[in-house]
Structures are given as structure tokens and as C-alpha cells.
């Protein structure tokens, strides 16, 4: 049969190209897909979880353990699904290989426990694991449990933590030179006497190019804070590189579920706005997921993303162009410090007004680094409903500029900037990814976090349990576990004894030489590295407040007594002690090696303490610069952190402790606001806190607030001058308290305090986190959340539940009023501190006169006497957030209140108290003339 060329031409396309369609659109098979249950018996039948998938033992693939019996297994307490009903325990180094069928990439997938689940013999909190995998260090002291509660910076993860558990990525290639095909696991407890444990390991085989490019390298672009140009500063994105999922965004969306990831079981989530500044102002684009004209490409396969994920997307809105002049889409993300980060972005046009090229331009820049200019989805991809993606590669090395200051965390962006130029001036969004990519050494684990001594004594609890059934059966028969017992005894007693020997010795040679030079290992040693931190602490103000011996430290704390830690966080511990021979309790926090505040934090803190006076902040008493190391001594404050009494973070503390009450509450909220007006508008300069939060408000013994922690306050502006009204920086502060204009414009004023004080008002109020990834998606930000209620009259509803009762609907009003102020998106729209304490007292007032009403109206006794347990107040819509006040002025102007006051704070008139002479005679006498301490211990009252 005679076939003409062209026809046979013609029908080779035609098959070529129904070939390439098919690899485009058909859904990925990975030729190796694993599941493997870590603790399930050899042999045992396979359980299969909620999707299907069959998991089997990981007795299968033992290779190698240091000591077969020292592993075991753990049975969950409480019924959960696969694969957390079992755990394999690692007492000892123990290696898996696990064989595989294909060269090439590989995900590898580790699951540990949701938080809600506890198992039979071993304590979750005390676990920390190393795990190496073909020869990258994946994970070194971690902790799930850790991680869950996050509680340790170091440890802790950006994606979302879900009711399935904690679900760590791992991205490695197998390359056939290397001569490994197959994955060997090496798994080890972290402390050489302690344990550490798993759930299960899934293993799938990656597409060839979807993430590595075995065919080649893959070229791209790499932003440094230098060249920034594609072609000049191209990063080797090869096969030799192992990375991890931080974060996969379905932007504009809702979570994604596995099931629907073509093959690859991945997890898109949703809630992109958590991430964002001003993320509910801008526009969610939902097109319809049935539409039949969606086009994958060679370039964008299937398998790239789904199509729900290109199926939405965030833009800005079709609002008028000028007023986008300065502003941006931009998404933060908690990272690791001194890695690289793949980011990927995936676009897709869906909007059916653009029909034409120039319409929608914008420029991408990746932690604050310019990575692509004029981006045009419907030019690049040639029209609606075609999916594209963007990579880049970042090196994250923190965002101070302070170089002795040690990060370990910190904040990488991802903004997207409009081209005004273009048609509608707008930007999209469809979806994020990004990796952590291993450093030079091959590890992608974090730096390394310390185990603490409360950890290590639950695994020294366990570890001499063990042992000691261990010598009961050699020794054999009750004499001998009696004789055990007996000299462990005896050893026990002999080692105190000593210890207290010792102790007195030091004790005595300490108080004999206070100024002895000893040496002590410090990261800031003279000596060492940092060396010019020296001179940078030698200016500070020891004639302002004492200067320590590193010896009188030591003696202060029992030489670092673990038993006097009162306190631990990311600078380091804090410890109780005593100075003047016992007479004085203090704090005394010292700085460690991995501590987030540095010299210049350290030299700041005493800076600012040292002249500052006032009843409301924490009182510097010294500090020691000696050996490197940086001491600060403040008064010690007893009752601890505000947020240690809100109860939200520790709910088992709350069998020891009484939540606090509403007016104790407004008591401190008070105090705190004080103590910020006074830096604002007290002292000689204006002084911005720049970290407030709930944990930076201590309590005394009388529950009086104090604000502490001054490492990252900044001088302002000074008022009046004609210079600029803010402070240009580098953006630092605490997620879910930074103000959102500080951080797009990198301009500080005082207002950032007002919007930190505000999210702190509404943390009070409500008992809750100021963000919290694992709330519904509208509640993760606690400010966005409360606005949203405090708008739609229904604040009441999100109240503590252990206030029930407890507030004047008048009051609640006023004190919404004034939280909702504080966190408005301009600083012009924000009250000053000291209309916000004016605002709180007001409520204060309001409180305290509706329980005076109630109390008459209750009491039968004509003195007019009740318990104030007995008045209970109804919050509902109408009452606590409509237009009702007290209508009886006659009733509520007592001897507190006064006609001009009520009018003032109706009428929003408040007096800015930075621009207004102090004229009450209750103002405070502040010394303004010796310039060296600016006090207001003479009279507490802020106005």
C-alpha cells in the first residue's frame, strides 16, 4: 500500500503530538510509592489509613542497629489512625535501606504525632532525634513535641500543623553514579543516654524536572543582595541537592487535600492571608473548577500543581491606580537563618478582562531583593487558563544589619509590586512553594538547639529506671537488688556530700575576692572572634546603675544553679538571685551563644534602662561586660509574664492558677499603657518600645504591670523639630504584633507601639494567641479577627470564657473602642498613648460605676454592701457593642467622673499628650533639666 509522504508526516504529528498531550494531562504514576509503619510487627497484617494506602513494617528494612534490643516500641494510649497507633523507639543508632526501583528524585516523607496523642512508655516532650539520610543531616535535636507547641524556636516549622499530625518533606535524588539505589535512613537519639522516636515514612518518586533535572543543571536565578541578573548570577539548581518543604500555598484558596495532587500526595494549603500584611484587603478570584479550556503545557505539566490551586488566585482589586502607588502584596514566612530557599510561584491568568498583552504587569522581589521585573502571565503563557510558574533562589542570611547580633530565625518576603503603567495596575497570585535547601556541609537541619536540663532529667529518670532493671536479673534474687540499691545509695550520698563541700569551698573563695579574673568560655570572649564587641560595651553607663564582677554574678546565682531558672527563651536564661548579702532578690538574665539579641541589643537594653525612671517599667539595677559575657540585673518581678496568667499557653497550669479578672486585667492593661506614654511623651526623647507584647509585661507581687525588654527600642524623632516624623530601620518585631505600615514602609514612629499595644489589648480580652495557624482561617490573626467582631457588634462573642459575667457592657464597649483604634492600618488613624490611657481609664471608670449601680440595686442592706461575687453582667450585642451607654448622666457622674470627660471621649476629641501641655494637677513632676535620668517614680499616675 502506497502511503504518501506528507500523509505519513501529517500522521506522525498527529501521533506526536497526541503523545505529548497525554504526558501533559494524564495523571503521574510514581513508579515507587512506599509506606512504611515505624514499631508494626514483622509479619503483622498491613493497616491501611483513611486513603487507602497499606503501610508496612519497618522490621523489613533494619540494616544496622549499635543494639538490637535497647530499640522498642510504643503503643498510643488514646485510639489514633495510621500510621500513629505504633512508634518505633531509638534508644541506639539504628539504619534502614530501603531499595527502590528508579534512579532519580525521591520525596521522603516523616510523620510524627499530633500533639493530642500519647503513648504508653515514653514521654513525647523528652524525645529529640538525628536523622541522616544517604549522607544530608535532615533533622539534629528535634523535638516534635517541640515543634507542636512551638516552643522551640529552632524546632519550629512554618507550615501549618494539622489534627493529622506533624508531616516533615524531603526532597533528595538518587544518582546512578553514586551508587546508591536505594535510601539508607540513619536514625539516633540526640542524646547519646536518651531516645528519640517515629511514626511513619513514605517514600515517592518525583518527576524528572518537576523540582531537579537529571538531564542537566538548571539554571536559576539567584538573588544574593548582589548581581541580581539571571544570566550574570545563575544558581546550579542540580540533582546533588537535598531540600525541604517550608510552606506550599494554594493562594487565594482553601487546603487542597492529597487525593487530588496528581500522584504526588501533596498537601496545598489554604489560609495564604495568615502570611500576609493586610491580606483581607485584597481581592480572592475563585473562578469555576469545571471549566473545560484549562491548558497545561510542556512547561507546566500536570503534576506541577493542580488545577484547583491554578484555579484561584489574589490580586489587588480594581480600585483606582493612584492609590496604589505604594502599596504591594507581600507574604511572610518564619525561616531558618544561613540556608538558601527555592521559591517557587505559580501563576495562571483567569481573569476574563484580560485579553490582551500590557493589561497586568508587576515585579516579583524575594526578601527584599529584586527577582523579576514586568511579569506579564497572559504574554508569557499566550492566554487565560494556562498555568506558568517562577523560580528563585535566596540566600537568607537574616534581617538585622547588626552582624554581632546572633539570628537564628527570621522573616523572608515575598512581595509582588503593580505596574502602574500598566492597563489595571493589579498583580496575581495562584500559588507558593518553598524549600529549604542544604548548606555547604550537607545539612538541612537547623543550628543546633540546646536540650534543656529539664528534658535531660526526664530522660536521666528514664535512663537509671532502665538500667536498673537491667542488674536486677544479673545480680538475681531479692538480696541482690537490695545490695544494688544500697550501694547506689551510698554513692548517691557520697556525691552530694562532695557537691556541698565543694559548693561552700566556692562560696567562700568568691566572697572573699569579688574581682577574681576567672575564665569562662563566652561567644564574646576578647580573645575569640567578636573581640570588637568589647569596645562597643565599654561605653556603657556604669555610673548610672552598677557594673557586676562576673564573680559577683556567679555568687548571685549559686554559679548558675539550674535550680534558680526562672525563666529560659531565645537570649538565653533568666535566673533568680540575690546581691547585697541576701537582701536584694533579683532577676539576672544572661545572654547565651545562640541568643537572638546580641552586643548592640545588649548595649541598647542598658542604655535605655539606665535613664529611664518610672513605676510602670522594670527597673535596670546593673550589668556585667566581664569575659565576653552580657549580664543583665533588673528587680525581680514574682507573678512573672502577663501572658503566663491568661492561662492560653499552659491550660494544665490552670489547676495552680486563678484567671486573672476583668478588673485586674484593666488594672494591668493600664499600668502598661502608662508605662509606654511615658517613654513616648515622659521622657526627654521619645523612646519607641519597637517589642510589645504580652510576654515583655511583668507583673510584681502586687500585680502592678511593668514593661520590659528594651534590646530593640529605638530614639525617635524629637516632636516639634521640622525633621522627619519616623525612624527609617530594618523592620523588627514579634509576628502578629508588628505594625503593618511599619513593615511595607520600614518606617518606625511611636503609632507601632499604639498597634502592638492594641493586638496586646485585644489578647487580654480574649485569652488567645495573637496568631494561631491552627485556628479557622478568618481567627489565625487575633487583630484581624477582633476587628472583624468589633465591626460586626459581636465582640462579645469572642470574650475569655473565664470572664463570663465579670464586664459592664459600657465597659466592654470603651475598651473595644479603644483596642479597635490602636490596630488601624495608618498610624494616623491611631491614638496616641496617651489617649489610649485616657481611653482605658475611662473604661476603668465605666466598670467600676456600673458594679457600684448593680451593687445598689442588688443589695437589701441600706449601707448598700454586696460581695462582689455576686454581680453578674449580660453581654449581648446590643449591650456591648451597640450606641447604649449609661443614659442617666445624673447616675454616672460621681465623685470619679466628670461632664467634660464623657463629652471629650463621645466625641473622639482626645488630647494628644506629645502636642498638649500637661494641665491636671494630678500631671507628673518629670526632672527634665539633668538630662541623665528621666524619672516618674514621684507620682505613678500617667496623667
Known amino acids: 500500500m502506497f502511503v504518501h509522504p506528507q500523509m505519513l ?57 549499635q543494639s538490637a534490643t535497647s530499640n522498642s516500641t510504643a503503643k498510643a494510649v488514646e485510639a489514633a489512625s495510621t500510621p500513629y497507633p505504633m512508634a518505633r523507639i531509638f534508644r541506639a543508632t539504628t539504619t534502614y535501606s530501603i531499595p527502590v526501583t528508579t534512579w532519580g528524585p525521591k520525596l521522603v516523607r516523616l510523620y510524627f504525632p499530633p500533639l493530642s496523642i500519647s503513648y504508653d512508655i515514653i514521654d513525647t516532650k523528652s524525645s529529640f532525634l538525628s536523622l541522616t539520610i544517604n549522607g544530608f543531616n535532615i533533622l539534629r535535636n528535634f523535638s516534635a513535641f517541640a515543634v507542636t ?21 524531603i526532597y533528595i535524588s538518587l544518582n546512578e553514579g553514586n551508587g546508591q539505589k536505594g535510601l539508607n535512613l540513619t536514625f539516633s537519639p540526640s542524646n547519646p543516654d536518651g531516645f528519640g522516636f517515629i511514626n511513619g515514612l513514605e517514600i515517592i518518586s518525583v518527576p524528572d524536572g518537576l523540582y531537579f533535572n537529571r538531564s542537566g543543571s538548571n539554571m536559576v536565578p539567584y538573588l544574593t543582595g548582589g548581581i541580581q541578573d539571571y544570566l550574570n548570577n545563575p544558581f546550579n539548581f542540580s540533582d546533588s541537592i537535598a531540600m525541604e518543604n517550608i510552606i506550599r500555598l494554594n493562594v487565594g484558596g482553601s487546603i487542597v487535600d492529597p487525593s487530588v495532587d496528581s500522584g504526588l500526595s501533596r498537601t496545598w494549603f489554604g489560609r495564604d492571608d495568615d502570611y500576609m500584611i493586610n491580606g483581607l484587603n485584597y481581592t480572592v478570584l475563585n473562578n469555576d473548577t469545571t471549566i473545560t479550556n484549562f491548558n497545561y503545557t ?13 484555579l484561584t488566585m489574589r490580586l489587588m482589586g480594581p480600585y483606582v491606580k493612584k492609590l496604589k502607588q505604594n502599596q504591594n502584596m507581600t507574604w511572610l514566612f518564619e ?39 514586568d511579569i506579564d502571565v497572559f504574554a508569557l503563557t499566550g492566554g487565560i487558563f494556562i498555568p506558568m510558574y517562577r523560580d528563585f533562589v535566596t540566600l537568607f542570611e537574616g534581617s538585622g544589619t547588626n552582624k554581632a547580633s546572633v539570628e537564628t530565625r527570621g522573616l523572608l518576603s515575598v512581595t509582588l509590586t503593580p505596574d502602574l503603567t500598566s492597563t489595571y495596575g493589579d498583580v496575581l497570585l495562584n500559588g507558593l512553594e518553598i524549600f529549604k535547601l542544604n548548606s555547604s556541609n550537607g545539612s538541612l537541619a537547623a543550628p543546633n538547639p540546646n536540650i534543656t536540663m529539664t528534658l535531660t532529667s526526664l530522660q536521666g529518670n528514664n535512663r537509671s529506671s532502665n538500667s536498673s532493671n537491667h542488674l536486677i536479673p544479673i545480680i538475681g534474687g531479692i538480696l541482690g537488688a537490695i545490695l544494688v540499691v544500697a550501694l547506689i545509695s551510698s554513692i548517691y550520698f557520697i556525691i552530694i556530700f562532695r557537691r556541698k563541700n565543694e559548693k561552700q569551698k566556692f562560696m567562700k573563695t568568691m566572697s572573699k575576692d569579688d574581682t577574681s579574673k576567672l575564665k569562662w568560655i563566652s561567644p564574646l570572649d576578647d580573645s575569640g572572634s567578636n573581640a570588637t564587641t ?23 546565682t549559686n554559679d548558675f544553679d539550674d535550680d534558680l531558672i526562672i525563666g529560659t527563651g ?6 533568680k538571685g540575690s546581691i547585697d548579702d541576701g537582701a536584694t532578690i533579683v532577676a539576672i538574665k544572661r545572654l547565651t551563644t545562640t541568643s537572638k539579641q546580641g552586643a548592640r541589643e545588649f548595649e541598647t537594653e542598658i542604655e535605655m534602662l539606665s535613664r529611664l525612671r518610672h513605676v510602670h517599667l522594670v527597673s535596670l539595677i546593673g550589668y556585667c561586660d566581664e569575659h565576653g559575657e552580657m549580664i543583665i540585673v533588673y528587680e525581680y518581678m514574682p507573678r512573672g509574664t502577663l501572658r503566663d496568667h491568661l492561662l492560653y499557653k499552659n491550660p494544665e497550669r490552670s489547676e495552680n492558677h486563678t484567671p486573672l479578672s476583668w478588673k485586674q486585667r484593666l488594672m494591668i492593661c493600664l499600668g502598661s499603657a502608662r508605662g509606654l506614654h511615658y517613654l513616648h511623651a515622659g521622657a526627654k526623647q521619645l523612646i519607641i518600645h519597637r517589642d510589645v507584647k504580652s510576654t515583655n509585661i511583668l507583673l510584681d507581687d502586687k500585680w502592678t504591670a511593668k514593661v520590659s525588654d528594651f534590646g530593640l527600642s529605638k530614639v525617635g524623632p524629637t516632636p516639634g523639630d521640622m525633621g522627619p516624623t519616623h525612624v ?80 459592664a457592657p459600657e465597659c466592654l464597649k470603651k475598651f473595644g473602642e479603644v483596642a479597635e483604634m490602636c490596630i488601624r492600618e495608618h498610624g494616623s488613624d491611631r491614638p ?80 494628644d499628650s506629645r502636642t498638649t501641655t500637661f494641665n491636671s494637677s494630678e500631671s507628673p513632676i518629670i526632672d527634665m533639666k539633668s538630662g541623665s535620668v528621666f524619672s516618674e517614680i514621684i507620682d505613678p499616675k500617667a496623667r
Open 534 to 556: 568589647a569596645s562597643v560595651i565599654s561605653s556603657l553607663p556604669s555610673d548610672l546603675c552598677r557594673r557586676f564582677s562576673f564573680a559577683q554574678v556567679r555568687v548571685a
Open 832 to 911: 496616641s498613648m496617651g489617649d489610649v490611657v485616657w481611653g482605658l481609664e475611662f473604661a476603668l471608670q465605666l466598670q467600676e460605676t456600673a458594679e457600684k449601680i448593680m451593687q445598689n440595686n442588688l443589695s437589701d442592706d441600706p449601707q448598700g454592701e454586696i460581695s462582689d461575687s455576686t454581680i453578674s453582667f449580660k453581654l449581648d450585642g446590643e449591650n456591648a457593642l451597640g450606641s447604649m451607654y449609661i443614659e442617666n448622666e445624673s447616675t454616672t457622674l460621681n465623685d470619679d467622673f466628670s461632664d467634660t470627660k464623657m463629652v471629650d471621649m463621645g466625641t473622639k476629641k482626645l488630647l
Open 149 to 169: 507547641t512551638n516552643a522551640n524556636a529552632h524546632a519550629n516549622t512554618t507550615a501549618p500543623i494539622t489534627s493529622e499530625g506533624l508531616v516533615r518533606e
Open 728 to 807: 527609617s530601620t530594618a523592620v523588627k518585631g514579634s509576628v502578629g504584633y508588628l505594625d503593618p505600615e511599619y513593615y511595607r514602609r520600614q518606617q518606625l514612629t511611636e503609632k507601632s507601639d499604639v498597634y502592638s499595644f492594641g493586638v496586646l489589648l485585644f489578647e487580654v480580652l480574649c485569652a488567645r494567641f495573637a496568631m494561631n495557624p491552627n485556628l479557622p482561617k478568618q481567627q489565625v490573626n487575633l487583630a484581624v479577627w477582633a476587628r472583624y467582631n468589633y465591626k460586626n457588634k459581636t465582640l462579645h462573642t469572642i470574650v475569655d470564657p473565664n470572664l463570663t459575667g465579670q464586664i
Open 335 to 373: 525561616v531558618d537563618v544561613g540556608f538558601n530557599y527555592l521559591v517557587r510561584l505559580h501563576f495562571c491568568e483567569l481573569d476574563s478582562k484580560i485579553n490582551n498583552t500590557g493589561q497586568r504587569v508587576f515585579h516579583v522581589s524575594i526578601n527584599n531583593q529584586m527577582g523579576a521585573h
Open 9 to 65: 508526516l501529517t500522521l506522525l504529528s498527529f501521533l506526536f503530538i497526541t503523545t505529548l498531550t497525554n504526558s501533559i494531562t494524564t495523571p503521574y504514576k510514581p513508579p515507587d510509592h512506599l509506606f512504611i509503619n515505624f514499631g508494626l510487627p514483622k509479619n503483622s497484617p498491613q493497616p491501611t489509613d483513611k486513603r487507602g494506602n497499606r503501610w508496612q513494617s519497618d522490621q523489613d528494612f533494619i540494616l544496622a542497629t
Open 570 to 575: 531565645g537570649f538565653g536564661k533568666v535566673y
Open 298 to 310: 510542556v512547561a507546566t505539566p500536570s503534576y506541577t500543581a493542580p488545577e484547583l490551586v491554578y
